[in-house]
Structures are given as structure tokens and as C-alpha cells.
């Protein structure tokens, strides 16, 4: 029973993915012709998330979608300053089919004794999934303000497969940026 619920579980999440968009309708996004990207942040203790490789693949997706929107990169004198961040947090499930998350970089969930495995044991067990997010920001340069922001949720098996999916998951959200015309 419990491993029936395990894979539903899993199963359901597999499939979550989901995304939202938003912007200020007031601003005039083809009038905004030079971005600069700032370094992004990955908020996770998996290394294999959390790591310089990654965060060039997702600047890497984000400065490709926005130039082909018909945008120019321009460090000296932006029209807009994109941001971006990423977490991400692993989870097993436990007796009843319970989801924990997974802390890393102490085996535990923050409590002293250890996040109970799926077999209710003190060990942390195997990641049954992992669920990320990924958020990007777009404000003016002068005044600085939030024009649009994206926010995709992702659902993996793992926080190394996060990593590698959060390059696509920019893409797809920057895909509904009201860009310039090329």
C-alpha cells in the first residue's frame, strides 16, 4: 500500500510542472532595447545543483531568449536589469506515503535526530523526487522597478536533473516576454 502511494505520488508530481507570467501592462516593453543580466543565485545545499556550471547554463538560456527577442545586451546602459533565482529541495517518502523534504548538507530535515527514511529508520533514505524553482526578474534600469516576472515550478527526480532542466525552463517562460520586435 505504502508503495502504491509512493508512485502515485511521484507519478502526480512528475507531471506538475507548472508556470506564471506577469508584467506591468503599462509599460511599453518595445521601447526597452538593451538588457544586462546580474548574477543569478541557486539557493540549495546539493552540489550538483548549486554549482557555477548550472548557473552559466541558465544565464546562458535567459541572454539567448532575450536576444531573440530583438533585445541587445549592453552592460554599461541598460533599459533593464534581469535577475534570477533558483532553489531547490529533495524529497523521500516516508511510512503512509508521507512526502519529507531532504536537507543535504546535514541529512536531516533540521531537526537534531535526522529526517526518517522511508522505512521509518533514522536514515535519510534515497530521493524519491525533487521540486525546484526557478524565478526571473525584469526591472527598469532608472527607477529601478519590477516590469515582469516569471516563475516556473519544476518536478524531477533529482536536483541534478533540476539542474539541467532550469536552462529549459527559462527558456519557456522568457518565451512569453513582450520583447521588441525583430
Known amino acids: 500500500m505504502i508503495l502504491l502511494a509512493a508512485l502515485v505520488l511521484t507519478s502526480a508530481l512528475a507531471l506538475a510542472d507548472d508556470h506564471n507570467v506577469d508584467y506591468d501592462k503599462s509599460v ?19 552540489q550538483e545543483l548549486n554549482n557555477a556550471i548550472v548557473l552559466e547554463r541558465i544565464t546562458d538560456a535567459v541572454r539567448a531568449a532575450l536576444l531573440s527577442k530583438g533585445l541587445m545586451e549592453d552592460a554599461a546602459q541598460p533599459d533593464v536589469i534581469v535577475e534570477f533565482t533558483a532553489s531547490g529541495v529533495d524529497y523521500n517518502v516516508g511510512p503512509g506515503g508521507i512526502a519529507n523534504p531532504i536537507n543535504a548538507s546535514r541529512g536531516d530535515r533540521g531537526g537534531s535526530r535526522g529526517a ?23 526591472k527598469t534600469a532608472q527607477p529601478s522597478s519590477l516590469i515582469w516576472r516569471g516563475v516556473y515550478h519544476d518536478n524531477e527526480k533529482n536536483s ?15 518565451a512569453e516576454f513582450p520583447g521588441r520586435k525583430k
Open 28 to 46: 511599453d516593453f518595445s521601447k526597452l532595447i538593451k538588457f544586462v543580466i546580474r548574477p543569478g543565485k541557486i539557493d540549495s545545499s546539493r
Open 160 to 174: 541534478a536533473k533540476l539542474g539541467q532542466k532550469f536552462p529549459d525552463d527559462a527558456k519557456k517562460l522568457l
Open 116 to 138: 526518517l527514511g522511508p522505512d521509518g529508520t533514522g536514515e535519510r533514505g534515497p530521493v524519491d523526487f525533487s521540486i525546484g524553482t526557478l524565478v526571473v526578474d525584469v
